[in-house]
């Protein structure tokens, strides 16, 4: 898989928040998946990246689950 392929499987905001999380800027974060910078933070903006999306789904899968719960109620 792609940096760029990776990049699209993060929800709206992912990128402000590995920015802020990284604290380096949106733009060296948009570079780095887009491949186009060989940026000293990297592989932490991709650890923070895989860190943010499990986040984000265990989040999303939580989420149904409440909701699942209370139609069934």
């Keep these: ?3 760029q392929e990776i990049r699209k499987q ?6 402000s928040e590995i920015a802020k999380r ?3 800027s949106v733009t060296t974060v948009t570079l780095i998946f887009q ?3 060989n940026s000293l933070k990297k592989q932490e903006v ?3 990246a895989a860190d943010f999306l ?3 789904k265990a989040k999303e ?3 149904k689950e409440a909701l699942q ?5």
Excluded at 10 to 15: D, K, R, V, W, Y
């Design 54 to 56: 499990t986040e984000h």
């Design 61 to 63: 899968r939580a989420a």
């Design 10 to 15: 993060l929800p709206s905001g992912a990128i």
């Design 46 to 48: 991709l650890q923070i």
């Design 69 to 73: 719960k209370a139609l069934s109620e």
């Design 35 to 37: 491949d186009r910078t």
């Design 22 to 24: 990284a604290k380096i």
């Design 1 to 3: 898989m792609t940096l």
